[in-house]
């Protein structure tokens, strides 16, 4: 299945109440599926066809406040459209489920991928997950679900998957029976309506007391680190499918360098490695399936005796660094690790494994940086 | 106090409050008179749907709300789309007899909400959209809003707003809802029976509530009802009702498509008024006098 | 989840902001009843009987009241401190 359609059947198997989305390329072949599933009666859900993006966050979180399974998927301009109602819904710990296709955001107008509409939401007080291939994209929207109404949590939750390098490409993938999902996907309890104990959602917080619920969000995102890695293995029983919650270590336990990165490329940094390993370099790779909440200590731990991190981002904070770059330094604060910072793929420019190769044998022979841009 | 007689003091309440006292609104505004008209009609499986406004401060912090209903806070922006989705899951888990109310101002409606409304009307969503008009962003500390009216001093048209007032009950009507209503406070009795019209009606209604602000419109605070009354009465505030199409006048306004109350009787009472020029006020009522022309077109049909 | 719940004065006893207030002369009050359906704070009381009764503990002395009566029953007086 092509991505799109991998996270739609996802969706489906889900059962959600009400949907609401409003087209954005590339994630219109899913919003199709979806209206398509709904038509045929296969999805027993309500698609409200909205005018804007902002709407369609407003709406389901008016569903999810009363009790519903909602989802919506956008990319850059529509994601950022929907900004104001993303804070909304994660400071309220509304447990809704988000589908992001990435793609870079204009000016310069594109429509190719990169990270940096993704990651324009990581202060937003929501879960953010990122798929390596179909198979992640598919495993990750039914966990999603999970991860966001689990009562140590309550948070909203966020896929992104990369723009037609995996929404519009073909790859294998395993799914569950339906059965299986409802078994893992109980129904869902949170509700604010209730005419018999009538409150006002979301007034007014005063200075006093504003901070505490900030606060609160803060420990159910450090809580949700927990429960991130709980879920993924009781979907590693159901599924037979080796998951990996918050990050995956690849050939790290004697690497002297990593790559660390999260997406698609991750696949192609994958290749990379073994590449490089058959040519006796001890090299490894870190992936980044979690990326809020940020999984430092988890980091600090399996990284403890590399020499030197190569972070690839797909994303840049302007003025700042790479934005997984500035997670990484932070992490490994005082650890007395290299991390290097590399900038490419932004706008969709084609990186392949040669590219991860090319910049880690320049590593293993002395070069050192501290960030370099992969623009020729 | 000493002024209350005893057998006053002892007397049994008969009616129930359907929106708290004690709130934090201005002295004289209207709004929790108009929340507490439109509850005892709409009952107790009502949901309020209120986007920022002055509204959002009356319902007061996270210590306590004025209303007895469940609300839902909402963006500025938000509010028809928050309440398209509300009423869509309150449906499926079985309280098909709940109703979603949007309670916004002229601003969230006319203004920075204006796409979600009419997308909202587009899909006729099953809400009733209250639009409480106090003609400027208030909340804010009186901006002009598009539904500020012509010459009308706000903090950001000192000289007097040059635009006409966006005219969002035509515009509604044209949308082809099923209900489309004028009201106002001074006259509760209509605007009580327009919401419970409205209330049997499915898809998307719409009331639109003339809500006079006396520090906004600059006029002593006793002088509300007043105003409200005569904005009706020299026809600047038409009240009409459109079911299905379907134009009539309502209440007062009945009587007004001949002869009507120059419209200086309203304009002078209020102090954002008080720089306007002969010429102005000539504008201002040729221009109701041609409104109620295109009303006595409708009215025909 | 951040709520609040139901409660009368959620701004506090606004009866303090006035600075002037309405005193009914019942002698004169005709039980028409308009000044309950204008209070625009919804802070007169019908009572049995039809008779009404304004809570000062929340009255806010705007005037409306006074200024609408049709018997010219309720006269503002100021607030002495």
């Not at chain 2, 004690?22 to 009952?43: F, Q, R, T």
Request: net charge neutral; proline share 5%.
């Amino acid at each position: 299945m092509v991505g799109n359609h991998a996270v739609a059947y996802a969706v489906k198997q889900a059962k959600p109440q009400i949907l609401a989305v409003f087209p954005i390329t590339p994630q219109t072949t899913m919003l199709e599926k979806l209206a398509e599933y709904i038509d045929s009666g296969q999805l027993k859900a309500e698609l409200i066809k909205v005018e804007s993006e902002h709407s369609a966050m407003a709406s389901i979180y008016g569903a999810a406040v009363a009790g519903a399974r909602v989802f919506t998927a956008t990319s850059s301009q529509g994601l950022l459209y929907m900004t104001e109602m993303f804070y909304w819904a994660g400071g309220q710990r509304v447990p809704i489920v988000a589908a992001i296709a990435t793609r870079a955001i204009a000016e310069p107008w594109s429509i190719w991928d990169d990270h940096q509409d993704f990651v324009s939401k990581r202060d937003a007080i929501w879960i953010m997950t990122m798929a390596e291939n179909v198979q992640d994209a598919y495993d990750l929207t039914i966990q999603a679900f999970r991860i966001s109404e689990d009562k140590r949590v309550l948070l909203p939750v966020m896929i992104g998957f990369d723009g037609f390098i995996l929404t519009h490409t073909m790859e294998r993938l395993e799914v569950l029976d339906d059965e299986t999902v409802d078994m893992f996907l109980p129904k869902r309890d949170y509700n604010l309506i209730d005419f018999n104990d009538p409150v006002n959602v979301g007034p007014i917080v005063t200075p006093d007391n504003y901070i505490k619920y900030r606060y609160e969000a803060k420990k159910a995102m450090d809580r949700a680190k927990e429960v991130i890695e709980e879920i993924a293995k009781e979907y590693e029983k159901i599924s037979g499918r080796k998951q990996y919650g918050l990050i995956e270590c690849y050939m790290c336990e004697d690497a002297e360098y990593v790559f660390l990165a999260m997406g698609a490329w991750v696949g192609d940094a994958r290749e990379a490695v073994k590449r490089l390993r058959s040519k006796g370099n001890k090299v490894g790779l870190v992936k980044i399936r979690t990326f809020r909440p940020f999984p430092k200590e988890r980091l600090v731990k399996e990284l403890r005796s590399v020499r030197g991190v190569i972070v690839f981002d797909r994303a840049y904070s302007f003025g700042s660094g790479g934005v997984l770059a500035n997670d990484v330094k932070s992490a490994l604060y005082n650890s007395g690790i290299d991390v290097m910072s590399v900038i490419a793929g932004i706008g969709g420019k084609t990186v392949r494994p040669l590219h991860f190769e090319k910049v880690m044998e320049e590593v293993l022979e002395g070069k050192r940086f501290e960030e370099r841009w992969l623009y020729e | 106090m000493s002024e209350i007689p005893e057998y006053i003091k002892n007397k049994r309440v008969i009616r129930e409050q359907h929106f708290y006292r004690g709130n934090a609104a201005c002295p004289g505004c209207p709004i929790p008179k108009e929340l507490d008209l439109l509850l005892e009609v709409m009952g107790k499986k009502t949901v309020l749907v209120v986007p920022a406004s002055c509204t959002t401060v009356i319902m007061g912090d996270e210590r306590g709300s004025p209303s007895p209903v469940p609300v839902v806070h909402s963006p500025f922006a938000g509010a028809a789309a928050i309440a398209s989705g509300l009423w869509r899951q309150l449906r499926m888990r079985g309280d098909t007899d709940a109703q979603v109310v949007v309670w916004a101002g002229d601003g969230a409606t006319g203004d920075i909400g204006f796409s979600a409304l009419s997308g909202a009307a587009e899909r006729n969503e099953n809400i009733l959209y209250v639009c409480y008009d106090n003609e400027a962003f208030m909340n804010t500390g009186i901006q002009r809003s598009a539904l500020t009216p012509y010459g009308a001093w706000t903090t950001t048209t000192p000289a007097g707003k040059r635009e006409f007032k966006k005219p969002l009950p035509f515009i509604m009507m044209e949308h082809k809802i099923p209900y489309v209503a004028t009201a106002s406070i001074a006259y509760s009795f209509d605007y009580q029976e327009k919401v419970k019209k409205a209330k049997g009606i499915q898809g998307f209604r719409y009331i639109h509530l003339l809500s006079p602000c006396p520090p906004g419109w600059r006029f002593d605070s006793k002088y509300t009802i007043e105003v409200a009354k005569l904005a009706v009465e020299t026809g600047v505030w038409p009240l009409f009702e459109v079911i299905n199409g379907e134009f009539r006048l309502t209440s007062v306004s009945k009587t007004l498509l001949e002869k009507r109350k120059p419209v200086i009787e309203y304009l002078k009472l209020q102090g954002r008024f008080a720089k306007l020029s002969e010429e102005d006020i000539k504008i201002i009522q040729e221009a109701v006098d041609e409104m109620w022309e295109y009303i006595k077109q409708l009215v025909k049909k | 989840m951040i709520i609040s719940r139901p409660k009368i004065g959620s701004a506090g006893l606004t009866g303090t902001w006035r600075v002037e207030r309405p005193v009914i002369d019942y002698s004169k009050c005709t039980k028409c009843r308009l000044c309950v359906i204008y209070c625009p704070e919804n802070t007169i009381d019908l009572l049995e009987g039809f008779d009404v009764r304004i809570d000062y503990d929340y009255c806010k002395g705007c005037g409306v009241c006074s200024q609408i009566c049709p018997a010219k029953a309720i006269t503002m007086v100021p607030e002495v401190k």
